[in-house]
């Protein structure tokens, strides 16, 4: 999988894959990084990239030039590339996004700045838009990273033991939620608190069964 990151500050999310399991994936070659600065297409003497808004408005926005010719180079590419816009007016990411985008062999993530991207970019070239949460970031950035994590976490390999998925949280495949049931490590009496005495006693139908309902309790609260 090669994810290509669109940013003006791309120094903002190389360091997140320094470091843990998205590492050991770089280095495994089962993930490659690649970074396009809009401030390196720009045709202006000045490398600005933003202006003002057409009809008034408060701060800037991307115009439409750096960022189409970045795109155009990399459609020229890789044709199959999946262009992606992290936008805060968008589809909610969900986890069967994450796994279906996982078989993708190329995923470019465009983030936006300031008051965000000029609407015909993202007409003409996104494959798909996607929010990670009902609220305004500064960037796009963090929500790049976001879902590249998500779907790195997918890629066959990546987690070392795929079986690791099957119990996570939202990996329901009726794409029903299902919170992942609460986890307990040694010791067993911690500041007199106790991991649940049925975890205890070595019977794994057992303790599917109480994992199980304790995800149904769990979802119930929180998802109700």
């Not at 997140?16 to 202006?44: G, H, Q």
């Not at 790049?144 to 690791?164: K, M, P, Y």
């Amino acid at each position: 999988m090669k994810f290509s990151f669109i940013t003006l500050f791309p120094n903002l999310v190389k360091p997140y894959f320094d470091d843990s399991i998205l590492k050991r994936a770089i280095d495994k070659e089962l993930i490659e990084l690649e970074f396009y600065n809009p401030r390196d297409y720009t045709k202006n003497k000045h490398k600005k990239v933003d202006d003002t808004l057409c009809g008034g408005g408060a701060g800037q926005l991307i115009f439409p030039q750096p960022l189409v010719d970045i795109l155009e180079e990399i459609k020229q590419q890789n044709p199959k590339a999946h262009i992606i816009f992290p936008l805060a007016a968008a589809k909610p990411f969900k986890q069967n996004d994450a796994k279906r985008l996982a078989k993708k062999e190329q995923i470019v993530f465009v983030s936006g700045r300031y008051e965000g991207i000029d609407e015909r970019v993202i007409e003409k070239y996104a494959n798909e838009v996607f929010s990670i949460g009902d609220y305004v970031l500064t960037g796009g950035e963090l929500p790049s990273l976001v879902l590249s994590d998500a779907i790195s976490r997918n890629i066959d390999g990546v987690l070392g033991n795929n079986s690791s998925l099957d119990e996570e949280s939202y990996n329901n495949p009726s794409n029903k939620v299902q919170l992942e049931a609460p986890s307990f490590t040694k010791p067993v009496t911690f500041d007199n608190l106790s991991v649940p005495s049925e975890l205890l006693k070595g019977n794994h139908a057992k303790i599917r069964n109480f994992k199980s309902k304790l995800s149904k309790y769990k979802t119930k609260y929180f998802r109700p």
